[in-house]
Nanobody, 119 residues
Framework: QVQLVESGGGLVQPGGSLRLSCAASRSIFSINDMGWYRQTPGKERELVVGITSGDSTNYADSVKGRFTFSRDNAKNTVYLQMNSLKPEDTAVYYC?????????????WGQGTQVTVSS
């Protein structure tokens, strides 16, 4: 089983920045399907940024130009740099990765990290 450990959440004022980290317990060198999601109470989990085949990076319109996805394969870690944060960005943020283990392909989620944007 793959463990994804998130960190970097917290309280920040509007216009501020945070960087979220998601460290995997297995190599992510060959992982193509991954992304960041967020969820607020009463709402379904929302895709913030996703990586598709061909290493294409797709951002939700609400975060485009403000959030940046990156990865460090040597550290088995992916990041979400969040700039110009707005109160509506407040949510629990989850990283997600798909791993091939044995004959199957499985989805794994981080434990979630709270991001609160408030003055």
């Amino acid at each position: 089983q793959v463990q994804l450990v998130e960190s970097g959440g917290g309280l920040v004022q509007p216009g501020g920045s945070l960087r979220l980290s998601c460290a995997a317990s297995r190599s992510i060198f060959s992982i193509n399907d991954m992304g960041w999601y967020r969820q607020t109470p009463g709402k379904e989990r929302e895709l913030v940024v996703g990586i598709t085949s061909g290493d294409s990076t797709n951002y939700a319109d609400s975060v485009k130009g403000r959030f940046t996805f990156s990865r460090d394969n040597a550290k088995n870690t992916v990041y979400l740099q969040m700039n110009s944060l707005k109160p509506e960005d407040t949510a629990v943020y989850y990283c997600n990765m798909w791993f091939r283990i044995g004959p199957g392909i499985y989805s794994y989620w981080g434990q979630g990290t709270q991001v609160t944007v408030s003055s």
